[in-house]
């Protein structure tokens, strides 16, 4: 198959940005790699020069997504604390969800499988979490709930107005600033109420 004028070289890199154009554009399930060569001006079997078969590019695509996202929130938060951290953290993921909502697909599912660098890069989002919330006093357990929450209320506020679930007059904006204003107010009491706990005295 001649590549069409103007294509890109097919290297490694190539294709794995035209798959990532492709997921953002389908999402996870509309990857193929008929598709892909088909954008790429090669045949199929071409791909398997540059990359494992579509597993071995969802895993590309994933490791990809998270190193972006962990990027994107430690760059946001770089050098702030407390409620601006939050703050900042906040839009960079919702930034980050509504412009790669493919890839973004990628990140949702638990990093805790045996893939060790799939896992370090979830980790690397997740510890950016925790640097914020250790703002607030957050450690231990205490902070692992609070990320869920975090991370639970970004999701479900993207997600929805990714898929155009607001179609109430008022504006979104408002409506996320509101939300990162809770989260803080619930960040602060759920630091207060571990400062208050009864510690148990040592026998």
């Not at 579509?54 to 994933?62: H, I, S, T, V, Y």
């Not at 430690?74 to 890839?103: Q, T």
Request: glycine share 12%; aromatic share 4%.
């Amino acid at each position: 198959m001649a590549r069409p004028a103007g294509a890109r070289a097919l290297t490694r890199a190539a294709v794995v940005e035209a798959a990532a154009e492709l997921v953002d554009e389908r999402g996870p399930q509309g990857l193929t790699l008929a598709e892909l060569a088909k954008r790429l001006g090669v045949r199929p079997p071409s791909l398997y020069n540059h990359v494992d078969g579509l597993d071995g590019l969802l895993r590309e695509l994933r490791l990809r997504a998270l190193n972006d996202l962990e990027r994107a929130l430690a760059r946001a938060a770089l050098g702030m604390s407390g409620r601006d951290a939050l703050a900042a953290m906040c839009r960079a993921y919702r930034a980050y969800a509504l412009e790669h909502p493919g890839l973004y697909g990628l990140t949702v599912r638990s990093t805790e499988g045996k893939d060790p660098e799939v896992q370090a890069a979830g980790a690397g989002v997740v510890e950016v979490a925790l640097a914020v919330l250790r703002g607030y006093g957050l450690e231990g357990d205490e902070a692992i709930h609070a990320t869920r929450i975090v991370r639970s209320t970004l999701h479900g506020f993207a997600a929805l107005e990714g898929a155009g679930g607001f179609a109430l007059g008022q504006p979104v904006e408002t409506s996320f600033e509101l939300a990162i204003e809770l989260l803080h107010g619930a960040l602060l009491s759920l630091a207060e109420r571990g400062a208050q706990a009864p510690t148990e005295r040592p026998r």
